[in-house]
């Protein structure tokens, strides 16, 4: 069965990077696109970026302000999620998700997500 | 971007109850139109795709409707386990945008 498996919990200071793994197993890797999501306590679902893992193309949301690098190790289908120049507004649950049709890069219905990596950035 | 709206941002409901959830878009979207039921500490599941197509082992009280800006879900007759927070998403166009959320509440 389909399956994304992310990586533990991350404490992180203002100014620091976070690298979070989402590593897919159960279907082909390079199929379907890998996109990200973040939702901080208690708010809605915010969508990051995309990765094609077939080639490594990117997308990223504009009000990400270029803090957000997405790349993939084809070897061992995983994809990874660096953050970068933190701050304490960063705090939230990044997940993963993969959208239920393969080879596309406009879609973005998402039938399988891994279970959500914590990112708490504080002094 | 595509703003999604949804209405209301919380409901009290019993169990047995009719619930109607309201999402809309800031400007005119075609079928990408997605539900999910999000649980306290876990990840969003899909229920609805296409705005009225019924993702595989969701349960048929469940159901999607809703066209151009206006799009709704309802739950004919409210269970234990579907006390959740849901969301409807845009896929029309890029960014992906979500609406704000619908707590559904034990009343």
């Known amino acids: 069965q389909v399956q994304l498996l992310q990586s533990d919990a991350e404490v992180k200071k203002p100014g620091a990077s976070v690298k979070v793994s989402c590593k897919a197993s159960?279907?082909?890797?390079?199929?379907?696109?890998i996109h990200w999501v973040r939702q901080a306590p208690g708010q809605g679902l915010d969508w990051m970026g995309l990765?094609?893992?077939?080639?490594?193309?990117?997308s990223y949301a504009s009000n990400f302000h270029g803090r957000v690098t997405l790349t993939r190790d084809t070897s061992t289908s995983t994809v990874y999620m660096v953050l970068s120049s933190l701050r304490p507004e960063d705090t939230a649950v990044y997940y993963c998700?993969?959208?239920?049709?393969?080879?596309?890069?406009?879609?973005?219905?998402?039938?399988?997500w891994g279970q959500g990596t914590l990112v708490t950035v504080s002094s | 971007d595509i703003q999604m709206t949804q209405s209301p941002s919380s409901v009290s409901a019993s169990v047995g109850d009719r619930v109607t959830i309201t999402c809309r878009a800031s400007?005119?979207?075609?079928?990408?139109l997605a539900w999910y039921q999000q649980k306290p500490g876990k990840a969003p599941k899909l229920l609805v795709y296409?705005?009225?197509s019924l993702q595989s082992g969701v349960p048929s009280r469940f159901s999607g409707s809703g066209s151009g800006t206006d799009f709704t879900l309802t739950i004919s007759s409210l269970q234990p386990e579907d006390f959740a927070t849901y969301y409807c998403?845009?896929?029309?166009?890029?960014?992906?945008?979500f609406g704000g959320g619908t707590k559904v509440e034990i009343k």
């Open positions: 159960g279907y082909t890797f390079t199929s379907h696109y």
């Open positions: 296409s705005a009225s």
């Open positions: 400007q005119g979207i075609s079928s990408p």
């Open positions: 998403q845009q896929a029309n166009s890029f960014p992906p945008t």
């Open positions: 998700a993969r959208p239920s049709t393969p080879y596309s890069s406009s879609s973005a219905l998402f039938d399988h």
């Open positions: 990765i094609n893992p077939d080639g490594g193309g990117t």
